[in-house]
């Protein structure tokens, strides 16, 4: 059975930086797409950044420059490097992953990301 454990959220004041991780276990693949996803309090779950196999990177506009997403393919893990956060990056934050081109999605339980100004 596949299980995503996602770390690394916290409180963090404006211009801080956060380190969110997605260790996956149970599948005999390893991670061929991975992303990370975040949902503000009322609003709907939106992409902040993927990694596709080979390692091709796709970012939110909000988080370009910001952000940086990558795999460790030795540990089955995704990472989120955050830089220079903002209130608004405030919110849940989902890490999914595939571990085949046309797989099912894998769903992490979420890690909370607070940002104060």
């Known amino acids: 059975q596949v299980r995503l454990v996602e770390s690394g959220g916290g409180l963090v004041q404006a211009g801080g930086a956060l380190r969110l991780s997605c260790s996956a276990s149970?599948?005999?693949?390893?991670?061929?797409?991975g992303g990370w996803y975040r949902q503000a309090t009322g609003q709907e779950r939106e992409l902040v950044a993927s990694i596709r196999t080979p390692g091709r990177t796709n970012y939110a506009d909000s988080v370009n420059g910001r952000f940086t997403i990558s795999k460790d393919n030795a540990r089955n893990t995704v990472f989120l490097e955050m830089n220079n956060l903002k209130p608004e990056d405030t919110g849940v934050y989902y890490c999914?992953?595939?571990?085949?081109?046309?797989?099912?999605?894998?769903w992490g339980q979420g890690t909370q990301v607070t940002v104060s100004s």
């Open positions: 149970g599948s005999d693949r390893g991670i061929y797409v």
């Open positions: 999914k992953v595939q571990f085949s081109a046309l797989g099912a999605d894998y």
